[in-house]
């Protein structure tokens, strides 16, 4: 029973094409994410979404456009793929409390490569 | 400069040796922090969170030093199961989210 999951789990492209990840959760959770990793480890955040509302939005170009049907899952969709989009996406959710930050359960990551 | 900087290593240690990791973070105003553990090619999990007053979980032991704005992990007793890339988390206050530094990788040699 998989907490978080991502599908799929590798992706290969040609750079151009249009290509969606999805992610959802079962553990009843209120907000989930998307982060990107790249070449270096940097594992940095994209977005953010509680109950279905966008909360975080963090400079990443209009190509990469997060959709979430429900709050138990969040898809990201990626258009006109470029080289330096290559890296592992993660999905993660967490249960917000009112206040400070709660753990985060990741997803087992998209490996996208653009060619 | 990074909000949340560590050292990359590699920390190359025997079994059984105790090693120490440090990370350092740029905003104040930061609230809540954690060490990630990230094996390769796996998503991070939460390894324990960090309190002022220091706390301890088996053979990891977490620090956290608000005035220098300084985290520490130390692992006693490495086993090779520790091998992996430990990363330190800021929870960025006013911002809600997480900062992570980039990792500090430890490989345990038998």
């Known amino acids: 029973d998989t907490a978080v999951s991502q599908t799929p789990k590798y992706l290969v492209t040609q750079m151009g094409n249009d290509k969606s990840i999805k992610c959802e959760q079962n553990?009843?959770?209120?907000?989930m994410y998307w982060y990107k990793q790249d070449s270096k480890k940097f594992l940095k955040i994209m977005f953010s979404?509680?109950?279905?509302?966008?909360?975080i939005n963090e400079t990443v170009p209009n190509r990469f456009s997060p959709k979430s049907p429900d709050k138990a899952h969040l898809n990201l969709h990626i258009n006109s793929l470029e080289l330096g989009d290559s890296a592992v996406y993660f999905c993660?959710?967490?249960?917000?409390?009112?206040?400070?930050?709660?753990?985060?359960?990741f997803g087992p990551g998209t490996r996208l490569t653009v060619l | 400069r990074k909000e949340v900087e560590q050292d990359p290593g590699p920390f190359n240690v025997p079994e059984g040796a105790t090693v120490a990791f440090n990370c350092t973070y740029s905003?104040?105003?930061?609230?809540?922090f954690f060490w990630y553990r990230q094996d390769c090619r796996k998503e991070p999990k939460l390894l324990m969170s960090?309190?002022?007053s220091g706390n301890e979980d088996g053979r990891f032991t977490a620090q956290l030093n608000r005035a220098s704005q300084y985290i520490s992990l130390l692992i006693r007793d490495s086993k090779l199961s520790d091998s992996a890339t430990y990363l330190c988390?800021?929870?960025?206050?006013?911002?809600?989210?997480?900062?992570f530094g980039t990792g500090t990788l430890l490989a345990v040699q038998p």
């Open positions: 988390v800021a929870y960025g206050g006013a911002t809600n989210k997480l900062i």
């Open positions: 993660a959710s967490s249960q917000r409390p009112r206040g400070g930050s709660d753990t985060q359960y």
């Open positions: 960090v309190y002022s």
């Open positions: 979404y509680n109950n279905k509302e966008l909360i």
């Open positions: 553990l009843g959770h209120d907000t």
């Open positions: 905003n104040s105003a930061s609230q809540s």
